[in-house]
């Protein structure tokens, strides 16, 4: 199975909700139709970004990226519910190498 992750910022909480929940949610997101393989919080630029790694099931390359974008567009709404957010992206692993979709 190929290997994706979504990135997205996150630039604040909505009022009411615990800074967990926004890793959470983004978890529960893509986990609801995909393997999710790893997460990680980092601060890029002074900007915290959350990352989930998760694989799609094997089919056809283009429908494969296409998944992972779809993935990500879920993510990005369902983290919207606790937190406001930025750019989201979305990436294939790729000979070792992590390539934007």
Same mark, same amino acid.
């Given at each position: 199975m190929p290997s994706f992750r979504a990135t997205l910022q996150i630039t604040?909480?909505?009022?009411?909700?615990?800074p967990e929940e926004v890793m959470d949610m983004a978890v529960a997101t893509v986990g609801s139709a995909h393997v999710v393989e790893a997460n990680q919080l980092d601060i890029a630029g002074g900007i915290p970004r959350i990352t989930v790694r998760f694989m799609v099931e094997a089919?056809?390359?283009d429908a494969e990226n296409?998944? +992972?974008r779809n993935a990500a567009v879920s993510? +990005?709404?369902g983290v919207g519910q606790v937190a406001t957010t930025g750019a989201v992206r979305s990436y294939r692993r790729s000979a070792g190498?992590?390539?934007?979709?």
């Amino acid at each position: 199975m190929p290997s994706f992750r979504a990135t997205l910022q996150i630039t604040g909480l909505l009022p009411g909700h615990a800074p967990e929940e926004v890793m959470d949610m983004a978890v529960a997101t893509v986990g609801s139709a995909h393997v999710v393989e790893a997460n990680q919080l980092d601060i890029a630029g002074g900007i915290p970004r959350i990352t989930v790694r998760f694989m799609v099931e094997a089919s056809e390359y283009d429908a494969e990226n296409q998944y +992972a974008r779809n993935a990500a567009v879920s993510m +990005a709404h369902g983290v919207g519910q606790v937190a406001t957010t930025g750019a989201v992206r979305s990436y294939r692993r790729s000979a070792g190498k992590w390539l934007p979709l």
